[in-house]
């Protein structure tokens, strides 16, 4: 199932746990026609666990060009809680045009 994973330093963990979340998906998807809510809460954990490595990779790349200072960190965290945000608006439209539990999910 995991396979085609590679270990090389371009993709790194970051790559490994979207091929992950993406299996996980895939199998919700397949396999479930209505999501319970400890399988939502399953789903956002994994989904802000992450959401908390791109911050961590992003710290990391940014780090060299411009050090790791307070402006840094709050600007990585700044932009990933506007696309958290942007998301969830998003997403809130979304389910209140199709209102089923499944769009939920």
Not at 7 to 24: N, P, Q, S, W
Request: contains cysteine; glycine residues 8%; aromatic residues 16%.
């Amino acid at each position: 199932m995991l396979d085609n994973i590679r270990f090389d330093k371009k993709y790194g963990l970051l790559y490994v746990y979207c091929v992950i979340f993406k299996y996980i998906a895939s199998f919700l998807r397949r396999y479930l026609t209505q999501m319970s809510l400890l399988e939502a809460y399953i789903i956002m954990f994994i989904a802000s666990f992450c959401s908390l490595v791109i911050e961590m990779v992003a710290g990391r790349i940014l780090a060299p060009f411009v050090g790791v200072s307070i402006y840094t960190w709050t600007s990585i965290i700044g932009v990933i809680l506007a696309g958290i945000s942007i998301g969830a608006y998003i997403g809130g439209k979304h389910v209140d045009r199709f209102p089923t539990r499944n769009t939920l999910g």
